[in-house]
């Protein structure tokens, strides 16, 4: 069964800001939220995480519903290079398990 | 940052021979990981292992499937005898603890494609 869904693929122009959707609906209270991000040919990679409050960092901006029940990652100003598969996984606390990757989100970024 | 590095990035066998897929982890990660990811399709989880041991593992790991770290060099995962069905980009990852507060980053090396003949 799915834990997450989110949209098949979503276009954007270089400089613009994407907000990529992530429903939850069942999310457990010790889930966190994760995205990891995936370009061909490569594993792959840490972008954020967060589990009640909103979170930033250098990649991203995750904002998630009071609810939990979705989340919202912000790409801003997007270039070529974040052209992309974002996934939005959901992972139990306290215990280094595996991730379980869905079919993601693919960010395609128009020059 | 810290890279997890995948020796050899491609391999070509014949059905029913070993191989043997070497991951050279981040120095000070605790935790490892192999992943499987068919082409075109959805990553898959195979097994994680920590302190020499298989933590978890997922129904496609198979008993043809073996991992190890002997003395704390490469983490291997083994296929023997592989089967066409094993053909696919295998993912090596590696993490921290996540000392109780639920962040574990896992870093992933740049697979090894297996092709199996």
């Known amino acids: 069964d799915a834990k997450t869904t989110q949209p098949d693929s979503m276009e954007s122009t270089e400089g613009e800001t994407v907000h990529l959707p992530c429903s939850h609906a069942?999310?457990?209270?010790?889930?966190?939220i994760y995205w990891y991000r995936q370009v061909p040919l490569q594993g792959p990679e840490y972008v954020t995480h967060?589990?009640?409050q909103n979170t930033t960092n250098s990649m991203a901006f995750l904002a998630i519903a009071s609810d939990r029940k979705s989340s919202t990652l912000i790409l801003t100003h997007v270039s070529l290079r974040d052209a992309a598969v974002y996934h939005c996984i959901l992972r139990v606390a306290g215990f280094a398990s595996a991730l379980t990757f869905g079919s993601g989100t693919k960010v395609i970024v128009l020059p | 940052g810290p890279k997890v590095l995948q020796i050899p990035s491609h391999q070509i066998i014949d059905m029913g021979q070993m191989v043997t897929l070497n991951c050279d982890p981040v120095s000070n990660h605790l935790y490892f990981y192999w992943y499987k990811q068919i082409l075109g399709q959805q990553m898959e989880f195979l097994v994680n292992f920590y302190n020499g041991k298989v933590m978890e593992k997922s129904k496609l790991f198979k008993d043809q499937f073996s991992v190890e770290r002997p003395d704390g060099s490469y983490f291997t995962l083994k296929i023997q005898p592989t089967a066409l069905e094993d053909s696919a980009v295998y993912f090596c990852?590696?993490?921290?603890?996540?000392?109780?507060?639920?962040?574990?980053?896992?870093?992933f090396g740049p697979g090894t494609r297996l092709t199996v003949l």
């Open positions: 967060g589990l009640q």
């Open positions: 069942t999310i457990s209270g010790n889930e966190y």
């Open positions: 990852a590696s993490s921290l603890p996540t000392g109780g507060a639920g962040y574990a980053e896992q870093f």
